[in-house]
């Protein structure tokens, strides 16, 4: 499981994220963001989409 708790979510961030899921290459990945740190809901719709280019499928936020 990862969590990112930024205040500014980018997208760097999030393949920075997709980039620590190849590292470490485990059998299931969960990732959770808190919600206030997308600037708009686009930002948010890339996030997930980069995270689902990468494999990860299970992504919330709160």
Known sequence: MIVCL???ITGETVEGIAKLKEELDPETTQV???D???ADSNVKT???QILKQAGIDDVKSI
């Open 6 to 8: 930024d205040d500014e």
């Open 32 to 34: 959770v963001f808190k």
């Open 36 to 38: 206030a740190g997308f």
């Open 46 to 48: 890339n996030a997930i």
